[in-house]
DNA sequence: TCCTGGCACTATTTATCTCCAAGTGCTAAT
DNA sequence: ATTAGCACTTGGAGATAAATAGTGCCAGGA
């Protein structure tokens, strides 16, 4: 354990650096705390020692190392209210009546990444608690129509489906069937119902029930997978660490939605999660802040990506705040 | 008019300077051409006066100005025919035949950005000729529900709308009158079908009709909204004169959205555009190349953006096959 | 009249050197 | 345990120099 004026020193370090983007000096901190730099300079040098702090080359300043900003967020991080401004306009967003909730997160995201000049990520998707409410079909031509799922919580999917030698009649008493029979089913156990409450009925009596069954299959699978929305991106353009168009080339093709989706996927923790570094799999110079949220209509994770060298506090607590606000 | 050497030359340097990125030199032309260095390089002057060249430094070889591209792209650009895998890309996408053509658009578009390192861009929205074909409300609870309205190619839109004191039946009697009246209207002529034909009526017996009407005339507007869809913004960090922080600050802050569709709106050209470094509003030194499409479920426009060294007869030829795909 | 070889001239690039500022580490004294 | 003092290190800013890759122009020849 670090003895008292240690964790200061330490804390003083990465808010100075976070804040300057530049090593940080002794004399700098022997003007805050009341003792000299040559004090400071031998706490330094043991916080070194202990892997929490880094030196860029002999004679420079020191900057945080990977376990200096664990160290920080798991101990010295301070649990502060949320700075005014910051506050204002994410309430401004969530007591607006007539929006509605995707549109609030997408919102208030909006926000974090415009506020920080972080990137910003909402990975959503109709929550189990999403029941199928009607399922209905549109003609188009003699074999094209249009399948429309809804459910009770207002979620909506459909597909323009081409089906050879089906007749429309055949559709329509399929659709019936499962209008029928699996209305008021957890979207996510539809697929199975298909599976083996529908398909073997309509085996019967429809020629090409393959077809069929293959196509309503697809509208409901679309519901399962998770919709992306990365908000400032280019921000990070603002970041000193990533001034130079390789590093830059490097980050954008590892915050592409395929890889995000993987990264920043769904877990069941309750809190608001840290991976700093190469605690991630996007690049060792960025911190990823993640905290999952659901509501009885859609359930998702929120994620602020950022350099290493970034303001923990401020986006965590922006985050709890946007959390709770979708939560009821 | 420029004599033939004169448009030989100016073609050499646009060509190798499209490939190199580097400034010509008259040693480099006179290899091909069968002439000594200093004849070129007095030709190359005579361009410069011309105002089609320029040199980057007194003693350095020549770039093509503005006007030289310019130039180039009215005169001296010959319709190849496109390059082998171009085309085969291009060919696989749109012969699948299990692909929507949506999805063939977006496809197609993916594959120009990879192969020429551009970005592309295609704005789309449902054709004039889409006709309302149907509007369905669902019910979700006693102030809640959702419209959904499908055109007869296939088009669906839908919203959740709240309403207070609306009762389920006055909304059902609204949308039978809209599914009597305007079914078979042109989608963009709907706002003002609704407007003088049904406001009145509902007027009469609901009481909240304002509140309604408003609803569902916004889901009919969300039809009359362009999407966009951006490709490959990110490829321009691999072009070299784009390789300082700052320009590519400037740059994607021009690549949102918003300002795309501003700048690549659909007209009524059917031919392949060109806007070069300054005749465009993106930035001042890249090119966008547009044209637009229209089949009878949806029209709209492409667009390949990039430097305004950029391989003007590759992405001609590929959005041209791209078009016409499109078109049949 | 057009083309060409030759030559003087110029800007960019790269490397090397020097000098300065801002740091550190260590030691001896308090 | 703290501090003042001093030697030492590094990166960065400028200055200089040499090498390179070009151009412009002129005079002589087809």
Redesign the pocket.
């Known amino acids: 354990m670090l003895k008292k004026r240690q964790n200061q020193i330490l804390k003083l370090i990465v808010e100075s650096y976070v804040k300057q983007a530049k090593p940080v000096?002794?004399?700098q901190i022997c003007k805050i705390l009341k003792?000299?730099?040559?004090?400071v300079?031998?706490e330094?040098?043991f916080l070194?020692e202990e892997g929490l702090l880094e030196k860029t080359?002999?004679?420079?300043?020191?900057i945080p190392s990977e376990e200096g900003y664990r160290y920080y967020v798991d101990n010295l991080l301070e649990p502060k209210k949320m700075n005014g401004e910051d506050m204002l306009k994410l309430q401004i967003i969530f007591h607006n009546q007539s929006l509605e909730l995707s549109d609030c997160i997408a919102k208030s995201l909006q926000v974090v990444s415009d506020m920080t000049s972080y990137t910003a990520v909402v990975l959503g998707k109709a929550s189990h608690d999403n029941l199928l409410k009607e399922i209905n079909v549109v003609p188009l031509s003699t074999n094209q129509m249009i399948v429309i799922v809804v459910t009770d919580k207002g979620k909506v999917e459909h597909k323009t489906i081409t089906l050879e030698n089906v007749s429309l009649d055949e559709v329509k008493k399929t659709v019936d069937l499962i209008n029928h029979l699996i209305v008021g089913t957890p979207i996510d156990e539809v697929s199975t119902k298909l599976e083996f409450e529908i398909k073997p009925i309509i085996g019967q009596y429809v020629k090409q029930h393959e077809q069929l069954y293959n196509a309503i299959y697809h509208v409901f699978n679309d519901f399962a997978s998770p919709d992306i929305n990365v908000v400032g991106r280019t921000k990070f353009l603002e970041q000193p660490e990533f001034s130079n168009v390789e590093k830059i080339k490097h980050l954008f093709s590892k915050l592409k939605e395929e890889d995000l989706l993987q990264e920043i996927k769904q877990d069941d923790s309750n809190n608001i999660e840290v991976y700093i570094g190469k605690e991630n799999n996007i690049d060792e110079d960025v911190t990823i802040i993640k905290t999952n949220f659901k509501t009885d209509s859609e359930e998702g994770t929120l994620a602020v990506i950022g350099p290493k060298r970034m303001e923990y506090d401020r986006v965590m607590s922006m985050l709890k705040f946007i959390k709770e606000n979708i939560e009821r």
Chains 1, 2 share one sequence.
């Open positions: 000096s002794s004399n003792c000299s730099s040559a004090t300079r031998s330094m040098a070194e080359h002999t004679s420079s300043g020191r």
